[in-house]
């Protein structure tokens, strides 16, 4: 193996958080909104048996709009922070390093990328100083995100039928609505909201996602 380009600096400072263990969240992160791409493609799906899936989908848009691969990147190593992974002192250590990281390389934005258990602590750093952390946008990993939000699904949906209606096709509906076998439950919701869109979509001429939610 090839000697890194850089040394790493194995001193790093350490950050202390001194704000509350659930802090409220701010005003302005209150935003509830889906992307316009994510009904377009909703759209797209519903009028074409041939529109690829997700990854596709985004391919072609991508190719559409010009976008054309970018220059590769560089990867840089922090050091570890020699204490507990949860303890908030250890995520803002490592949110400020990031940072800092950030500022070198002339970037705006620092994607924080955690578990579960740690965006929550990642969460709570940026709602106490939330103009502080403008620039940090905390991220669940994908298969994190993925279970949450079908669990979330799951709750909000009880009683209503969901279950009765994936069981007539899917097996393990139990687990697929904790979110255990997310990839098998991401697709199953996914073909659910297709069926149930279809008509009100197809048949009342909703161009919008505003339009729709004033339909439903």
Known sequence: MQDRSKPIKYDVQQETYDGPKNPSMPPEQAINQVPPLS???AQD????????????YNTRLCREAGMLPQPKTEVAFPSFVDRPPA????IKTAIEKGLSLLRAAGEDVLIFTADQQLYKVTIDIIFHQPSYFKSVIPL????????NFIHATAV????SGIKEVLASTFGS???MLTGTKYP???RAL??????????????QGVTSFARLIEVL
């Open 156 to 159: 909000i949906m009880a009683g």
């Open 39 to 41: 009904f377009l493609a």
């Open 184 to 186: 098998q439950n991401f």
């Open 87 to 90: 303890h908030p002192d250890t």
């Open 190 to 203: 996914k073909m659910l909201v297709e069926a149930l869109l279809h008509g009100v979509i197809q048949e």
């Open 173 to 175: 509906v139990d687990k």
């Open 140 to 147: 669940l990993g994908g298969m994190h995100m993925l279970m």
């Open 45 to 56: 799906i519903l009028a074409d048996q041939k529109c690829p899936e997700y990854n596709g």
